[in-house]
């Protein structure tokens, strides 16, 4: 049962201009929320997260947007880079370290930035 | 350098022989954690661990066992690999309770 879902597989953007990823969730007990970026042939790297406290969260050209009551949360690139074409990961964590916790991962969105 | 060091990086085996990944982290995490990467399926997670001595299932352990023996050490043994288990790996490390994880490389295993 996928709890995280990122329902688009690939989106296209021109260079400059906004990229909007997007990703849902159904458990209400997730806390914290990130976003992952993925190269060919490399690991996944850690790009912005949000707690469930929050509704915003920005650094740099990244923002992450979440909407608790809709279960929804998005990533904003602006403007977006050819560097930026990559697979974006979301994930989702439930628990605490005193009960231990679990990420659970989106299946990703693969972005490509044209110029 | 901090990183998280997976090996071996690429492996084809036969189905039955028993084979292990290594993991290692240099940057004194407690939590480590073990994901298969599968076309269309996303990342998942196997086990994890938050400390020594202390692991937990994820969404898909069956046919896998890991050890926390060491704080940096976290390996994950397939006892009787069969071809269902050929996949991307990877290991990731963090600090308690961020979530933000460092991944390594990958590992990618083929069973035949």
């Known amino acids: 049962d996928q709890q995280v879902k990122q329902n688009s597989p690939s989106l296209s953007v021109q260079e400059g201009r906004i990229s909007i990823l997007n990703c849902d969730y159904t458990n209400s007990m997730f806390d914290y929320f990130l976003w992952y970026k993925k190269y060919p042939a490399e690991g996944p790297t850690f790009l912005i997260s949000?707690?469930?406290?929050?509704d915003k969260n920005e650094d740099g050209r990244f923002t992450v947007f979440l909407n608790k009551s809709a279960k929804h949360l998005s990533l904003h690139i602006v403007p977006s880079q050819p560097g930026d074409s990559a697979v974006y990961f979301c994930a989702a964590k439930r628990g605490n370290s005193n009960s231990g916790y679990a990420l659970n991962f989106g299946k990703g969105t693969s972005l490509l930035v044209t110029p | 350098e901090a990183q998280v060091t997976q090996n071996p990086r690429y492996l084809i085996t036969v189905t039955g022989k028993k084979l292990t990944v290594t993991c290692s982290q240099n940057?004194?995490?407690?939590?480590m954690s073990w994901y298969r990467q599968d076309p269309g399926l996303g990342l998942r997670q196997i086990y994890y661990?938050?400390?020594?001595?202390?692991?937990d299932k994820g969404d898909v352990p069956e046919g896998y066992k890991v050890s926390r023996k060491e704080k940096r050490n976290f390996p994950l043994i397939l006892e009787s690999p069969s071809p269902n288990q050929t996949s991307l790996y990877f290991c990731a490390s963090s600090p308690l309770n961020t979530g933000e994880l460092f991944f390594g490389e990958g590992s990618r295993l083929t069973v035949l």
């Open positions: 949000i707690s469930s406290i929050k």
């Open positions: 661990s938050m400390n020594v001595e202390v692991t």
């Open positions: 940057m004194n995490h407690e939590y």
